[in-house]
């Protein structure tokens, strides 16, 4: 039994599932130094509805779309080959192998955003691309490498001369992941990613990038990190860990990353560096279960209902940082910011919670403020997350 | 047997069902007075997608998505509990408690576009938004409250300075109703809405109030009800009653609303009344059915059919009126509108309908005209509506 | 068995099925002559996801969104009654009778884009519109003719002011079939289609049209066809015709079409022709199939697995050609282009197929390149298509 059901043919030979998520936020800030004015507010995180399936057996299909803030964004699009176990080829939009928050689904996903690098340097050179991967998937070991151009957010030209307009841009993707230890309620696991992407763009400027995030919310669209848009970039490589202990009900996760901004002859080269690492403890006694190199789905002990089920309560602290200081664009140079985040989780049922994050955020000179200033603020934040 | 199957598991506690409406317009209008020129044409009022379902009984959840004019809106997309029975607690975007025609689903409402007080005054306090509400549901008595911020489609700030864009608004909502008589073919129903609405805003304008509407259709998109942006408004209260009375094939329904606009010390307050009251008459002798304060599904005593069905046919007579003639906003002041509309509605089946409906409106100084011309004209206009 | 189940009640009177089309495709383009510069990359050329259903016994329904390129655009919403047997009427917003390619099911179309004739007259005056039509279909012949406003993409004015922006234009348009000789592996079928159009616009210019089109791929949007938007049309008059003949694993198929622009007095009226023919051979021995006077679905006779099956592969040779150098707008005037394509189908399963084309373009005065000068280019496409 699940929230939406799987079709199968009888000869199980092929399967259908409809597919959907919705998050629904309320944000209010209080700004602690600053002139900046964050807006207090509700709105859409998430609203996806889609399909999947698979075929002949050895094919798996997907195509789901988000609507979020009344915008269209196509998510998970491909198709997926099984047949050379334990290979798996995938062709179409999809995650690009990149650490462990991203590859991870959000609908598993502790907090109510990422950490910050996760976003920075995803949008650049990660997150869903339209391209092809391999992944060699063993019950404690994966390996996943892949060609990607870019996602349908970033592909086209908008208004500019067709002579202006530059190509997408391409680049390679990998990541491994192992788990010496994978029982229930004892895993250990570690990763690392890279990625080299050529070709940039941003918006219609030919070789450039921007590598931007907001504190660790979303209703309110202001960025607390923002290089500018770097201009004459040749090349980024990225290198980034990840690792994660659980031990019964707790568990640590951490990640780290850098990134090399790597400029035509002449222009100086840059880099940046971020981490985040966070502690979770199952007040009511589930432990967080792992698959194929990510955190899956929490199934509550007992359900909340009015015959006395409480669902599952998760208590969170993270620590995040990212620092874009030495960006070349001299009105964001010095820029950093870091968060402490409070959460809760409290898991109704398997496909329902409620999420609330305290988020207590500082910077130097963000966008938000005037050239050399300080921004701090606080962030009390709810989610509702439904997903099937 | 249904247009959309409802998927169940075998213990019941699971549903799933997919949702969707369509409606397809087409309208011509002829000009009788003013120097306006509304375009005749076609359109879609309603294309929408989604999913809803039961979870472990006692949960309830949606998510409907709306693309008619190849524009993104997010519907319905919350999350229920019912195992509180008598009470339904909703958490995410609803309809606000207000009045007859809106908290009906507009499916089962009986003219192409509802009164223009219901649009006007229910865009500015009430329709879909996020938040949370609490149910008390009786077989002749409802009593809903809740609390509202806004919704997706006015929740975020346009390219409006980061100092600049004000915050959401907020508010409360409440109606009650109650059927004193509640038998098949004899129902008499009495209701009242009422709301508190702060923190205003329009578009990205702090405290601004915009009340607006089009003449009882909308292929055009010229207003013929306008107060301009109201500047210093504090508050919004409103209040309103509505009856129904069904005898039988025959019934009678009516509204009336009234709107206290209060601005800040200094500046004029005022207020906006509105109404309308309609007759309907199903010739082919079906009776309307009503369920939880709100108009239900006719179903047609025959479907339409090739071998002499001739489904269900429902003539309708309305009388609908606005003054928003008070205006503080000068060029606006005098501004009132009124309509009558003949309306014969051919329900094919359950789920399929035909409407028409013959619109004569004329308004006072409204924005389609140079100020202090009078705007009168004629539209004939129909729809296909089909709904799963 | 099939990749979406098709649900339906145990008396056969309903049935529900969920659809979806995704396109995702990469191009590499070569320039040979003229400064243009179109840009590489990868894109969705469709992403949908829709309903459809049939509804006692005789009524079939289906609302079907388009979501490439991150844009919302409504494909078919239609209600259909099938209940006066040998006559369909179909009411909403469907594919206007034109032409073969365009009244095909783009999912069994050969190349990655139709011929530049059929897309530009057909957004002029066919492809999907809000209207109604009636269908005469015997196995052998079929006649189909209707009555078509625009369509959502086109209907809405934007930001003109009311008194400025057009009516919706309207037309009727007609399509005949007649497959003399129809068995499996052996058919010949000839057809015929037509279409009168008057009350004109193009975006908000009044009695305007524009005929466009890209050089037989999309991901860049330059157009290589562009009259320029074109004043004063009073009426659109179109003749087409078409024919397919296979013989087991080969077939020939080929359109031609005429468009009459006829202007008010005193404005030169001017036509434009195009037409297209190619040579279609399965190498693994599948046949084209045909019904209702259009291709069918290709089913392999094996579908690609690990165990050897390889799918259907099927090769194609292609000229396409239109010619609007007459039209009267003078920085336009002389464009015309021609291209060769060379294509390969894969189909891995029959919903799954991999599309590979080779296009030789060539223009005249083409809007990429300045007045006057040639524009030649190589483009290599690849297409994964999943429809369900």
């Known amino acids: 039994a699940n929230v939406a059901p799987t079709h199968a043919d009888p000869g199980g030979v092929f399967t259908f599932k409809a597919r959907g998520v919705l998050d629904v936020d309320y944000v209010h800030f209080a700004e602690r ?23 002949f057996k050895d094919w798996a299909w997907r195509l789901e779309v988000d609507f979020a803030g009344n915008v269209v964004a196509v998510q998970d699009a491909y198709l997926q080959y099984n047949g050379f176990k334990p290979l798996t080829i995938t062709l179409g939009q999809h995650k690009a192998p990149f650490g462990l928050e991203s590859n991870n689904s959000d609908n598993f996903n502790s907090f109510l955003e990422r950490g910050m690098f996760t976003n920075a340097f995803g949008t650049a050179g990660a997150e869903r691309r339209i391209g092809v991967s391999v992944a ?4 404690k070991f994966t390996f996943t490498a892949g060609l990607f151009g870019d996602n349908e957010s970033i592909g086209r030209s908008t208004g500019a001369a067709l002579t202006a307009a530059p190509d997408e841009s391409y680049g390679a993707n990998a990541r491994v992941t192992w788990e010496p230890v994978l029982d229930t309620g004892r895993i250990i696991h570690v990763g690392a990613s890279g990625f080299w992407r050529a070709g940039l763009k941003s918006g219609d400027t030919d070789d450039g990038l921007r590598l931007s995030d907001r504190p660790n919310i979303r209703v309110d669209n202001g960025n607390i990190i923002d290089t500018g848009v770097i201009p004459n970039v040749e090349n980024l490589y990225y290198l980034g860990v990840e690792g994660t202990a659980v031990f019964g009900p707790l568990s640590v996760t951490g990640e780290y990353g850098h990134l090399e901004i790597d400029r035509f002859a002449g222009f100086r080269d840059f880099s940046s560096d971020g981490f985040y690492v966070y502690g979770s403890w199952f007040v009511t006694g589930e432990t967080r279960p792992f698959r ?11 359900n909340f209902s009015n015959t006395g089920g409480t669902g599952a309560i998760e208590l969170l602290l993270r620590y995040d940082q990212l620092d874009v200081g030495d960006t070349p664009v001299a009105a964001r140079a010095g820029n ?14 398997p496909n329902f919670k409620l999420q609330f994050n305290y988020i207590r955020f500082a910077g130097s000179n963000t966008p938000l403020d005037p050239v050399g200033a300080k921004t701090k603020g606080d962030a009390v934040a709810t989610r509702l997350h439904i997903d099937w």
């Open 292 to 302: 194929n190199g990510n955190f899956d789905r929490i199934r509550p002990l007992n």
């Open 136 to 139: 060699y998937l063993k019950e």
């Open 33 to 55: 130094a600053g002139a900046y004015d964050y807006n207090d507010g509700t709105g859409f995180r998430r609203a996806r509805l889609g399909f999947e399936g698979t075929a």
């Open 336 to 349: 950093d910011a870091h968060s402490y985040t409070a959460g809760a989780n409290w898991y109704l049922t």
